[in-house]
């Protein structure tokens, strides 16, 4: 996600949230939590909500980061509890599934996937990803085309190796979008009155979660609606995973959507930072038969905060099996 540095004052661009670890959790009425523990013997954190009529009414729920958590993600998913049964957890070295440095990496991250499939005993998995979770859905689909039934994205990135992109054209909307994002934070900042030298404490975290809304969300006079951030994000785990892992393993993504051939539904805002004014998503998708694309107006990458009522029958359409 979009996020404001504490220690210059700028604005960063972060894929997802911010650090250390945390025990405390508020979980919605009716859902459970338990832990899944791995080969290696990490204990992931997960969290399950909801019903599932039908093996593919289960939902896996991936988070963005690299080394963010879920709790961010359930406005996303709570209006479709009664639809759905999703599972949640934090991937390992995020908040609540603390992990040694060097058993964070992406094919772990896969493998940890896989794990959790097993555990819930699903053959296929449908998969929801927001953000950076796209990537791990991109390479879990890589590895394990067997077990996926459809993929939901929300926000995610462009997969590597699609041939339309240009790298000339999303450096221009990146500097368009830092640009816009600063202006608003600035306008919001004077309208709350919080654009003074001295502030207590309590004004620095509301200035602090303006900065944080201004590149996650177009409404941003919703601030008080972001979570996450701070103690909730450990951007270590970024660094790790591109220390830890093939290059190999990330390559071509686009490749394994189109020969996967698996359902694909992307949801996207127009303002959403992975790409800025729709300059490449919708090109990708028509050039692959099998992904769908609902573009999302005065959206941004937290798009169930600026439209909750087309972002939630966006996702429910991704999720639907009718017809299978």
Not at 24 to 37: I, N
Not at 101 to 128: P, Y
Not at 214 to 235: K, L
Request: hydrophobic share 40%; with cysteine.
């Amino acid at each position: 996600m979009f996020h404001r540095s504490r220690h210059t004052g700028g604005l960063l661009l972060l894929i997802l949230f911010c650090a250390p670890l945390a025990t405390a959790q508020h979980l919605p009425d009716g859902a459970t939590d338990w832990y899944l523990k791995t080969s290696d013997g990490t204990n992931l954190y997960v969290a399950e909500f909801g019903a599932a009529a039908a093996p593919g009414d289960t939902v896996v729920v991936l988070h963005g980061g690299w080394g963010a958590e879920h709790s961010y993600l359930w406005p996303s998913i709570e209006p479709l509890a009664d639809e759905y049964r999703f599972v949640l957890y934090d991937q390992r070295g995020s908040l609540r599934s603390p992990a040694p440095d060097s058993t964070v990496s992406l094919q772990r991250f896969v493998a940890d996937l896989e794990a959790l499939r097993r555990e819930l005993g699903q053959d296929r998995l449908t998969i929801f990803a927001h953000s950076m979770g796209s990537r791990l859905a991109y390479t879990y689909l890589k590895r394990h085309p067997e077990h996926v039934r459809r993929l939901a994205l929300a926000g995610p990135l462009v997969p590597t190796g699609a041939p339309t992109v240009d790298a000339s054209p999303l450096r221009t909307t990146r500097a368009d979008f830092v640009a816009w994002a600063k202006k608003r934070e600035a306008a919001e900042v004077a309208e709350e009155g919080l654009n003074r030298d001295v502030l207590t404490d309590r004004e620095n975290t509301a200035r602090w979660r303006i900065g944080f809304a201004s590149g996650n969300i177009y409404h941003i006079e919703r601030w008080r609606q972001m979570r996450g951030g701070r103690a909730f994000y450990n951007g270590e785990i970024a660094r790790l995973i591109n220390r830890n892992t093939p290059d190999s393993l990330r390559a071509n993504q686009f490749g394994t959507l189109q020969s996967s051939g698996v359902p694909v539904h992307v949801i996207v805002g127009d303002h959403d930072l992975v790409d800025f004014g729709l300059a490449t998503w919708p090109t990708v998708a028509e050039s692959l038969d099998n992904v769908k694309i609902t573009r999302l107006e005065h959206a941004g990458h937290n798009a169930w905060i600026d439209q909750p009522g087309q972002f939630h029958d966006a996702l429910r359409r991704a999720l639907s099996t009718s017809g299978e």
